[in-house]
């Protein structure tokens, strides 16, 4: 696995959580809490917005913080990564890249 692979699992269990959340509104404790908000169906479209905006603030920032670009928990520290087998996943700075070609050019 490389860095970008490794992105793009992020990316597309945000695209998943998503389309859980609202496909059924009864699957998921999220879906339930919407559901019971009784919105129209522009109101549930700024819904889907947020979630979707919340989802790929969080991830992002999770994935800055793996790359040592932004902090979590108030550090800020490159941290090393490995796939199962053993073979480091990226190189300072490379998840970063992939991060922001995932999550904010694909809008």
Known sequence: MNAKEFVELFYTEKNNMLKM?????????????????????????????????????????????????????NVQQTYKLYDENGC?????GEIEQYAYEYFHENK
């Open 88 to 92: 480091k996943i990226s190189n300072c």
């Open 21 to 73: 959340y609202f496909s059924n509104l009864k699957d998921t404790e999220v879906g339930l809490n919407i559901g019971n908000l009784g919105l129209t169906t522009e109101q549930m479209e700024k819904m889907h917005s947020i979630i979707d905006t919340v989802l790929t603030d969080a991830m992002y920032s999770i994935l800055l913080g793996l790359d040592g670009e932004a902090t979590i928990g």
